[in-house]
C-alpha cells in the first residue's frame, strides 16, 4: 500500500520542509518541459520560433491553471477529509469531483482547439512568428487532459501526505520530453511541431504513471460500489472551494497572459526575452509556491483535525522558511542573470534579447520574497476553507500588475521597464492585505476555534 503521512503531528518545521522538497523537485522538473523546448528551440531554430513557443507557453499556463486551481481546491478538501478521518467522505467526493472535472477538462479542450485562430490574434503573436505559433499550439493543447489527469491524482496523493510518488512520475516524462525533443528536432528536422509533440507524449506518460499507481498501491482509498454515487452535498462542498481556488489559479495566470500581449507589442526582440525570463522566474520562485502549496495541505489536514494552535505556528514558521529561500534565489538569478539568459540563446549572436531579459531579472527577481509570502497567504486560506480571500488577494495583485504596466510602459522613458516594475508592485500590495486580514481575522477565530 502507498505511503500516507499524517501532517497532523511531528515537528512542525520539520514536517513542513520534508513534505514540500518532493514536491519542488518535481515542479523543477515538470517546468524542464517547456525549458528543454525552449533551450532546443532557441539554439536550433531562432528567435521566431523561441517567441512562438514562449507566447504559446503563457497560454497553455492560463488554460491548465483553470484545471490545476480545480484539482489544488479538491486537493485541500481531501486533505480536510483525511486529516479528520472522514475516509468516506474522501472516497465519496473523489468520485463525484473526478467527474465534474474530466468533463471541464474536455470542454476547455475542444474550445480552446477550435479558437486556435483567434488565440493568436488575441495574444498579439508578431505576424513573422504566428505560423511557428499555431503549428506548436495545435499540438500541445492536447496535453490538457493528460495535464489535468496528472495533477488529480497528484493533488490525492499529497492530500493523504504522498508528495513522493508525484515527484517519480514527473521525473520521468521530464526525461522523457528532453530525449523527445532531441530526436524530434534535431534528428528528425520536425521543428516546433517537434517541440510540442514530445511535451505532450510526456505528459501522457505522467497521466498514466500516476494513475496506475494510485490505483495499485493505495487500495485503502479506493471507492466500493456503495460509495460510487452522486453525492451532492459532498461535492457542492468541493466545488465551492476548488472552482474559487480556479478562479484564483486562473486569475493569477490571466495577468501573465495579458502581461504577454503587452509584452508582444512591444516587437520581436522583447518578446524572445520575456520567453526566456519567464522560464528562469518559473524556475526561481516555483519552489516557493510548491512549499506554498505543501503549507496548504498542512493546514488543511491539521483544519480537519482542528488543531489550530499548530496553524498559527506553522504559518510563523513557513514565512521565515519561505523567506530564506526567496532572498536566495533572488540574489543568485542577479548574480547569474548573464548566464541564466545564455542557457537558452547564444549571448554573442543575441545581444540585444539578452540585456533585455538581463534588465527584467534584475528589476523583477530582486523582490521574489513578496511572491513567496503570496504563495503562502494562497496556501493558508485555501487550507483553511476561505479561497475567496485568495481570490481578492490575486485580482489586487492582478489588477496592480496590469494597470500600472500599461500606465508605466506607455512613457517613452520607461518603456518596456515600467512592466517589470509593476509586477513586485503588485505582490506587495497583495501581501499586505494578506497580512493583516490573518492578523484582524484569523488569528480571532483562531482563538475561538474555526467552525
Not at 518535481?26 to 520560433?49: F, M, P, R, S, W
Not at 460509495?227 to 486562473?250: D, H, M, R, W
Request: glycine share 10%; proline share 2%.
Amino acid at each position: 500500500m502507498g505511503k500516507q503521512r499524517d501532517l497532523t503531528k511531528g515537528d512542525i518545521g520539520r514536517t513542513l520542509i520534508l513534505f514540500s522538497l518532493p514536491m519542488i523537485a518535481g515542479n523543477i522538473l515538470q517546468q524542464l518541459y517547456n525549458v528543454a523546448d525552449t533551450v532546443i528551440v532557441g539554439h536550433t531554430i531562432g528567435e521566431e520560433a523561441l517567441s512562438a513557443v514562449g507566447s504559446s507557453y503563457s497560454l497553455m499556463v492560463f488554460l491548465t491553471s483553470i484545471i490545476i486551481g480545480l484539482t489544488m481546491g479538491s486537493g485541500a478538501v481531501f486533505a480536510q477529509f483525511f486529516g479528520g478521518g472522514k475516509i468516506t467522505d474522501l472516497k465519496k467526493g473523489m468520485v463525484n469531483s473526478f467527474v465534474f472535472m474530466s468533463l471541464i477538462a474536455v470542454v476547455i479542450n475542444v474550445i480552446s482547439l477550435l479558437l486556435v485562430d483567434n488565440l493568436i490574434i488575441w495574444l498579439n503573436i508578431p505576424a513573422e512568428v504566428s505560423e511557428y505559433a499555431k503549428i506548436y499550439m495545435t499540438v500541445v493543447l492536447y496535453g490538457i487532459i493528460p495535464i489535468f489527469i496528472t495533477n488529480y491524482f497528484s493533488a490525492l496523493l499529497r492530500s493523504v501526505g504522498n508528495s513522493v510518488v508525484p515527484l517519480i512520475f514527473v521525473g520521468l516524462s521530464a526525461v522523457t520530453n528532453i530525449v523527445l525533443d532531441l530526436v524530434f528536432i534535431i534528428k528528425f528536422d520536425m521543428g516546433v511541431g517537434g517541440a510540442a509533440w514530445a511535451t505532450v507524449i510526456s505528459q501522457i506518460l505522467s497521466a498514466l504513471g500516476t494513475g496506475i499507481y494510485f490505483f495499485a498501491k493505495f487500495n485503502n482509498l479506493l471507492p466500493s460500489k456503495s460509495e460510487i454515487v452522486y453525492a451532492p452535498e459532498l461535492l457542492k462542498y468541493i466545488l465551492s472551494n476548488s472552482v474559487l481556488t480556479s478562479i484564483q489559479q486562473s486569475i493569477m495566470n490571466l495577468g501573465i497572459l495579458m502581461i504577454q500581449g503587452l509584452v508582444n507589442s512591444f516587437g520581436l526582440v522583447v518578446s524572445a526575452a520575456f520567453a526566456i525570463v519567464v522560464k528562469i522566474d518559473a524556475i526561481a520562485y516555483f519552489p516557493a509556491q510548491d512549499f506554498g502549496n505543501a503549507f496548504s495541505i498542512f493546514v488543511s489536514q491539521n483544519f480537519g483535525g482542528k488543531k489550530f494552535d499548530r496553524i498559527k505556528t506553522g504559518f510563523r514558521q513557513a514565512l521565515v522558511i519561505s523567506s530564506v529561500f526567496c532572498v536566495l534565489a533572488s540574489v543568485f538569478v542577479n548574480v547569474f542573470a548573464r548566464e541564466l539568459m545564455g542557457l537558452f540563446i547564444d549571448t554573442s549572436v543575441h545581444g540585444a534579447v539578452v540585456e533585455t531579459g538581463i534588465r527584467y531579472l534584475r528589476i523583477e527577481g530582486a523582490f521574489y520574497v513578496g511572491i513567496g509570502v503570496l504563495f503562502l497567504l494562497y496556501g493558508i486560506y485555501r487550507g483553511l476553507a476561505k479561497p475567496g480571500m485568495s481570490v481578492v488577494l490575486t485580482v489586487i495583485s492582478l489588477g496592480t500588475r496590469v494597470a500600472l504596466a500599461n500606465i508605466l510602459s506607455g512613457f517613452g522613458s520607461i518603456g518596456v521597464i515600467g512592466i517589470w516594475m509593476a509586477i513586485p508592485i503588485g505582490w506587495v500590495l497583495a501581501d499586505l492585505v494578506g497580512l493583516v486580514y490573518y492578523k484582524k481575522k484569523i488569528l480571532h477565530e483562531t482563538e475561538h476555534g474555526i467552525s
